[in-house]
């Protein structure tokens, strides 16, 4: 199975910042790599798809990069509405797997 | 628009089988796509369970496999999964997903799932 590796566990910043949340993968996924954000009691949301194509309506401070095994999602400016878990998730091969989440926090 | 709706039991005994619809409405699961379960269980991450075709063609994540049956019912608009003998750590919220080349896009609402006596 290939692992992902999320970092930071958690992480607390303030309106306006912006942050980057780490993801790698056990190995090679070319670009098939997925972020989700997650709030408390509610279904994940996909924000971006094939490392850096932004899902239709999610807001452009969202942006994600990178391929092989390292990934990052990054929130330019960010916004109370933000607080959440984010998940990356790997669907080159099966079995798809999920990193461990990012709780965010914001100040 | 495209929606899904997850329907079963939301208490299940242990070594029983723990059987869970979801409900496809505003688009032909016949058209394509694939349709796939995850599921999270209390404060914890996401696990993938597995994902099926319209044609009927599954893929099932390893960990759950000798336990696991997902089927697609196309007059229905449905696509069900089956997990035989149950315990404590199947307890979860059960996602059922719909998987393209844009990953999970669009999902249901969750469903909890509790096993117990």
């Known amino acids: 199975d290939i692992q992902m590796t999320q970092s930071p566990s958690t992480l607390s910043a303030s309106v306006g910042d912006r942050i980057t949340i780490t993801c790698r993968a056990s190995?090679?996924?070319?670009?098939?790599l997925a972020w989700y954000q997650q709030k408390p009691g509610k279904a994940p949301k996909l924000l971006i798809y094939?490392?850096?194509s932004l899902e239709t309506g999610v807001p452009s401070r969202f942006s994600g990069s990178g391929s092989g095994t390292e990934f990052t999602l990054t929130i330019s400016s960010l916004q109370p509405d933000d607080s959440a878990t984010y998940y990356c998730?790997?669907?080159?091969?099966?079995?798809?797997?999920f990193g461990q989440g990012t709780k965010l926090e914001i100040k | 628009q495209v929606q899904l709706q997850e329907s079963g039991p939301g208490l299940v005994k242990p070594s029983e089988t723990l059987s869970l619809t979801c409900t496809v409405s505003g688009y032909s699961i016949s058209s394509g796509y694939y349709w796939g379960w995850i599921r999270q269980p209390p404060g914890k991450g996401l696990e993938w369970i597995g994902t099926i075709y319209h044609s009927g063609n599954t893929f099932y994540n390893p960990s759950l496999k000798s336990r696991l049956t997902i089927s697609v019912d196309t007059s229905k608009n449905q696509f069900s999964l089956n997990l035989s003998s149950v315990t404590a750590a199947d307890t979860a919220v059960y996602y059922c997903?719909?998987?393209?080349?844009?990953?999970?896009?669009?999902w249901g609402q969750g469903t909890m799932v509790t096993v117990s006596s």
């Open positions: 997903a719909r998987q393209g080349g844009n990953a999970f896009d669009i």
């Open positions: 094939k490392a850096s």
């Open positions: 190995q090679s996924l070319s670009r098939w």
């Open positions: 998730q790997q669907y080159d091969t099966y079995p798809y797997t």
